[in-house]
């Protein structure tokens, strides 16, 4: 019997939204989790950490309904960067006097921002007992015909990605995780399972042309930006169109950008969801309805951590996507 689900999209610590939203789809309270009354199953595609004010309180829910049997709950970027910059790489030390390069992820200017909430309000036990959940979390969660994986649903990267976490298998349950040693192998620029866990997470990412610059939404000037991986190639569509969000500040032919690593969609591929794009949820002063990307694409965040939506996408064994995007209050 198929069991319908609600994909909810990136929470960033916004614990009362994630609670509205809930409610709003028809989830009840019960003990540690949340239960819909005709059994819905929640999917949650990551990025629950950073940035809001209640993240302490998010988690425990996520995981509550993970635990309980109610949801599922996939790893996010920010949940790998949290590993990564709580693992120690004393070796990659550039100098005696270098503090930033010992750890899998630098403890950047940058990073260190990007971190910044979550530190806040986890103390050091508190972090390593939440990043060693994170460590057990899959890439990618698959239901009877639709998928949920944060940034781009690569079927080769996933698989190796797969494979490298069956390999490796830590703590006291013995479940597949990412070890201290796959993590430093991830974190390695010169490997695959870098470059994988990058694409999957991340999405496809690709050097503007003419040595251009973006800003993103976190203020960030980028030389590379986020590609609509799931597209075809059209040479006469302006470049900005392309992009995830989509912009108008670049209005050279797609044709004219080299794009590799498209992860064409085919019809026999089930309904995806993303999360991870910021998409807006405002677009000259008015409100954005949220639509599916693409027949088979569907991306559920909109911005929350930005003054946008919390969202779900209520899925009830529909072969093409619907405008079934529920979004909480903004």
């Not at 916004?14 to 989830?27: P, S």
């Not at 270098?98 to 508190?126: G, I, K, M």
């Not at 075809?232 to 050279?252: K, Q, R, V």
Request: glycine share 10%; hydrophobic share 30%; net charge negative.
């Amino acid at each position: 019997m198929l069991i319908a689900h609600d994909i909810i999209g990136d929470i960033h610590g916004h614990y009362h939204r994630l609670i509205a939203l809930l409610e709003k789809l028809g989830y009840e309270p019960t003990g540690d989790s949340w239960k819909h009354p005709e059994g819905r199953k929640l999917v949650f595609a990551g990025d629950y950490i950073d940035r809001g004010p209640q993240i302490k309180e998010v988690l425990e829910l996520v995981r509550g309904c993970v635990e309980a049997g109610d949801a599922y709950a996939i790893m996010g970027n920010h949940e790998f960067n949290a590993i990564a910059y709580e693992t120690p790489a004393p070796e990659r030390k550039t100098s005696e006097e270098d503090d930033v390069n010992t750890w899998c992820r630098p403890h950047s200017d940058r990073n260190n921002h990007q971190y910044e909430a979550t530190r806040a309000q986890l103390n050091d036990d508190e972090r390593k007992y939440w990043t060693d959940w994170f460590r057990t979390l899959p890439p990618v969660w698959e239901g009877d015909g639709v998928r949920v994986v944060h940034a781009c649903s690569n079927y080769e990267a996933i698989g190796r990605i797969k494979e490298a976490l069956h390999q490796n298998v830590g703590g006291d349950g013995g479940e597949r995780r990412w070890t201290d040693a796959l993590i430093k192998q991830a974190t390695d620029k010169s490997t695959q399972l870098y470059k994988d866990h990058e694409l999957v997470f991340k999405g496809l990412e690709i050097t503007l042309p003419d040595g251009r610059i973006l800003t993103d939404k976190a203020g960030i000037e980028r030389t590379e930006a986020r590609v609509q991986w799931w597209r075809e190639s059209w040479p006469d569509e302006p470049f900005g169109d392309w992009l995830m969000p989509p912009s108008n500040e670049i209005t050279d032919p797609v044709g004219m950008v080299p794009v590799d690593g498209i992860t064409l969609c085919r019809k026999d591929d089930p309904i995806t969801c993303v999360g991870h794009y910021w998409m807006p949820a405002k677009k000259g002063g008015k409100d954005v309805k949220p639509q599916p990307m693409h027949d088979k694409i569907v991306c559920v965040d909109y911005s929350v951590a930005k003054g946008g939506y919390m969202c779900a996408y209520r899925f009830n064994g529909e072969i093409e996507a619907k405008p079934d995007i529920l979004c909480g209050s903004n």
